[in-house]
C-alpha cells in the first residue's frame, strides 16, 4: 500500500485522469479522496457518483443534468454531478457497469469537457473537471466480451493504480484493526491470539469487512482486552494458510450456499445486503446462481425456494438479477443434466424444512435417486 500512497501522491500533483482498481472494499474511493485533497484542486468540490446505483436514463440525468419540463417529474432545472464539479473533481465508482450508450456519452464528455443537460436543443457548457474512476471489474476483459469502450478504456486509463486486497497484504491487518479501533471510541487492546487469527482470516470484504467487525467487537466485547473467544465464528475458524487468488471467488460463493441451503442465510435478507453494500461482486452472484442451478437443473423457480424466497418473489427476483446483470443461462445446466442421465425428486429431500407450499423439484443422477427411495 506504501507504492499505492506513492504513486497516488505523484498523481495528485496533476490533472490526469485516474483507473483505480481492486475488489469491492479495499478502499478505492479513499484512494481518489486522496489524490484531491493532495491536488491543487483540493479546495474546490470533490463529487462521488456511485454508477452502479444507477439506472441508464438516470445516470445521464444525474450526471449531465436536465431542464424543467425534459421528462416526467422534472419540475425544474437541475444541473448534474459534472457541473456541480468544475474546477474540481468528480470521481466514478463502478464505471464498468455503465452501458454502451452512457459510456459514449461519457467519451464524448472526455474528449471536448461539454456537456448538454437532457433536454436542451441546442447549447453546452464547458466544464473543467478531473475525472478518477474506478472499478472492481477486469475492463479488458469486458472490452473483450464487448461491454467496455477501448477508447474510453484508454482515455481513463491515464493512470493506472490497484489496490490487492487484503489477504494479500497481511502486513496491513494490525495498522488497519488499530485504526478502527480509535474509530470506535473504545479503550481496548487485541490479544496477540485474536490478531493472528485476524491474520488468517482471508477477508472477502476486504478492508470494509474488517471495519465491521472491529465495530462490532467493541459494542459487545465487555473486557478491556478482546480474546480469541470473543471474535466472530467465522474469524475464529479461519484455516490456517490463505485460498490461493484463484480460489476466492469460488470459495465465497460455495459458502453462500451452503449457508442458504442450510437455512443459516436468505437471499433477500443476507445475499441482497452483501450485493448492495458491495462485499460480494456481480461475479460472486453468478456463481452463487451458478450452484444453484446446477441443484435445480436450470430451474430459477425451484432456485428461489432453495433460496429461502416465497414463490410469489420470482418476478422481483428476476427484475432484481435483470437490473444488475446477473441472469445466469439456465440451459447449459438443463443440457449438462439430460447429458448425465438425471431423474427428478423432489427438492425438499434436499433443503431444510420451510413453510412454502410451492411444489419444488431438482434433479440428480439416477443411482442417488434410487438410494434415496430405497431409504
Known amino acids: 500500500m506504501r507504492a499505492v500512497c506513492a504513486t497516488a501522491a505523484n498523481a495528485a500533483s496533476g490533472n490526469a485522469k485516474v483507473l483505480i482498481t481492486g475488489e469491492s472494499g479495499v478502499g478505492k474511493d479513499l484512494i481518489a479522496q486522496y489524490i484531491h485533497a493532495r491536488s491543487p484542486r483540493a479546495a474546490q468540490s470533490f463529487v462521488a457518483v456511485n454508477c452502479a446505483a444507477f439506472a441508464e436514463s438516470l ?14 417529474g422534472a419540475y425544474r432545472d437541475r444541473p448534474g454531478r459534472l457541473a456541480i464539479a468544475h474546477r474540481g473533481t468528480i470521481f466514478l465508482d463502478e464505471v464498468g457497469e455503465m452501458s454502451l450508450r452512457m459510456q459514449a456519452q461519457l467519451l464524448r464528455f472526455v474528449e471536448t469537457g461539454e456537456i448538454q443537460p437532457i433536454g436542451r436543443d441546442f447549447g453546452s457548457a464547458q466544464v473543467d473537471v478531473r475525472i478518477i474512476s474506478a472499478t472492481n471489474r477486469n475492463l479488458a476483459e469486458r472490452v473483450a466480451s464487448g461491454n467496455f469502450r477501448e477508447d474510453l478504456l484508454h482515455r481513463l486509463k491515464v493512470i493506472h493504480l490497484h489496490i490487492p486486497p487484503l489477504r494479500d497484504r497481511r502486513e496491513d491487518i494490525r495498522p488497519l484493526v488499530n485504526h478502527a479501533v480509535v474509530r470506535s471510541g473504545k479503550a481496548i487492546r487485541f490479544s496477540e491470539e485474536a490478531l493472528k487469527a485476524f491474520e488468517r482470516h482471508r477477508w472477502p470484504g476486504n478492508v470494509r469487512e474488517l471495519q465491521n467487525v472491529v465495530e462490532q467487537i467493541a459494542c459487545t466485547c465487555t473486557a478491556d482486552e478482546v480474546s480469541i473467544g470473543d471474535l466472530p465464528e467465522e474469524i475464529r475458524s479461519a484455516p490456517k494458510g490463505l485460498l490461493p487468488k484463484r480460489e476466492r471467488r469460488r470459495q465465497l460463493a460455495t459458502e453462500l450456499y451452503d449457508a442458504l441451503v442450510a437455512g443459516h442465510y436468505t437471499f ?25 442451478l446446477a441443484a435445480t437443473r436450470g430451474n430459477y423457480r425451484a432456485l428461489i425456494t432453495m433460496f429461502g424466497m416465497p414463490a410469489s ?7 432484481f438479477l435483470a437490473a444488475h446483470d446477473c441472469v445466469v443461462d439456465f440451459r447449459e445446466f438443463r443440457t449438462a443434466a439430460t447429458a448425465a442421465g438425471e431423474v427428478a425428486i423432489p427438492i425438499d429431500l434436499l433443503l431444510p424444512d420451510r413453510t412454502s407450499t410451492v411444489a419444488r423439484s431438482t434433479r440428480v443422477p439416477a443411482g442417488t435417486a434410487s438410494v434415496l427411495r430405497r431409504a
Open 313 to 319: 418473489d420470482y418476478k422481483r427476483f428476476m427484475n
Open 59 to 72: 445516470l445521464e440525468s444525474e450526471l449531465f443534468g436536465h431542464t424543467r419540463g425534459s421528462f416526467t
Open 268 to 292: 433477500w435478507d443476507d445475499i441482497h445486503v452483501l450485493f448492495l453494500s458491495r462485499d460480494m461482486t456481480r461475479n460472486d452472484l453468478r456463481q452463487l446462481l451458478r450452484h444453484g
